[in-house]
């Protein structure tokens, strides 16, 4: 997979229009040996068939398919403008990844990307970046967007029999993930935990603290603390402010009176409530097709493009799936979605649709796969 480093990165970039910054990021691959002189001209087609901008203020702006026999070698070149571009329908890009792809080598960038563009206030923190170790750091998804929450934070019908106890296993889970250090497990068990109603408690504590995250503690035994029921503690490290959107789940959870969720549900339970992530999809079996992906680079932003825009012909809601990967499914209407599958050649997608238009919608899709979704 590409790794952006300092090389890539030039700082403090301006362009009066969009097709002013492609052409000075192609004499930059060109410059580097990444390219031939006449690249340049594939980019600025790319652009005239379907936008690069991804969103959250950043486009890929990049060669089509009949000009990668004029890649080199695979790289990339990153402008940073922070006065920003107009890249077209009101968008407007703060840096540009000008890509040179020989092949799919491209595909774990734009993976990456996903969970940059789906992060709150990045628009933002790229326009106010300074330094080339910003930007790295933005585009790496090294900067916090999402507090950590997973499976290894979580551990069911532990046998605790009181609330020090409690607290001091979260920690350890916690601890244990790399997100706290000592002092934090330490500082967890003095703290007054809030009792949150029906046997759910919280506490927190932002000591030792090198990642926000969350750990979730449940007892198999009879406990109680102040004369109430313990039957979950909710361990809450935080060091910014990515554990929001955490925070507001339970308290959803409270206000609906639906804290049982908690200690009733498996560990890929929990984190798909917490998440807001779709890990299965279950509908009747007329409404699955699945298709395998002939592009020859795989799914990369323009054929991704053209599934979506085929996706969001029809009102149904519709999944998707790259079984040859992590399998599971996401919303086919994202682009960023779809691009974060990371599809190859020869991989499957699996679709499941649900609504008016369910099969018409499938029939559709895997038309505009065999076509080739623009790209023959």
């Known amino acids: 997979m590409l790794t952006l480093t300092n090389n890539d990165i030039t ?6 229009d969009k097709t002013t910054a492609i052409k000075a990021i192609a004499k930059q691959l060109t410059d580097n040996g990444l390219v031939a002189e006449q690249y ?23 060669g089509t398919t009949d000009t990668r026999d004029l890649v080199n070698k695979t790289g990339v070149v990153v402008h940073h403008f922070p006065e920003g571009v107009n890249w077209g329908d009101g968008n407007v890009a703060y840096v ?11 595909l774990g960038i734009l993976k990456q990307l996903t969970k940059v563009l ?10 106010q970046a300074k330094t080339k170790d910003d930007i790295i750091k933005l585009l790496n998804g090294e900067v916090q967007f999402e507090a950590d929450f997973n499976p290894t934070l979580i551990h069911l019908n532990f046998p605790a029999t009181d609330m020090i106890q409690m607290s001091a296993v979260a920690g350890g889970l916690l601890k244990n993930s790399g997100s706290v250090e000592s002092q934090f497990v330490a500082e967890l068990v003095t703290k007054e935990v809030t009792h949150l109603g029906n046997g759910l408690w919280l506490v927190s504590g932002d000591q030792g603290v090198k990642r926000s995250a969350m750990s979730i503690l449940t007892t198999s035994e009879a406990c109680e603390y102040k004369g109430l029921p313990v039957k979950a503690v909710i361990a809450i490290a935080a060091c910014n402010d990515s554990h929001r959107t955490l925070l507001n789940t339970i308290s959803q959870l409270v206000f609906e009176q639906q804290q049982t969720k908690i200690f009733t549900s498996t560990a890929a339970e929990l984190v798909a409530l917490f998440n807001g992530s779709v890990q ?51 919303d086919a209407k994202s682009l960023m979605k779809v691009i974060g599958l990371g599809v190859k050649h020869g991989n499957s997608l699996q679709f499941t649709a649900e609504g008016p238009d369910a099969k018409e919608a499938l029939v559709g899709i895997g038309e505009a796969i065999a076509s080739g979704l623009s790209e023959g």
């Not at 700082?11 to 009066?16: E, H, N, T």
């Not at 540009?96 to 491209?106: L, T, V």
């Open 11 to 16: 700082l403090q970039q301006s362009a009066s």
């Open 40 to 62: 340049v001209t594939g980019m600025l087609n790319r652009e005239k068939q379907n936008s690069t901008f991804l969103g959250n203020g950043i486009a890929i702006p990049h």
């Open 96 to 106: 540009a990844i000008g890509i040179a792809a020989k092949s799919d080598e491209h």
């Open 118 to 127: 789906s992060a709150d206030d990045v628009e933002g923190k790229l326009k």
């Open 280 to 330: 299965q999809v279950s509908v009747d079996g007329d409404n699955v097709a699945t298709f395998k992906i002939q592009n020859a680079h795989g799914l990369h932003a323009r054929p991704s493009a053209m599934l979506v825009a085929t996706v969001k012909k029809y009102k149904s809601t519709i999944k998707v799936s790259n079984i040859d990967g992590e399998n599971k499914f996401v």
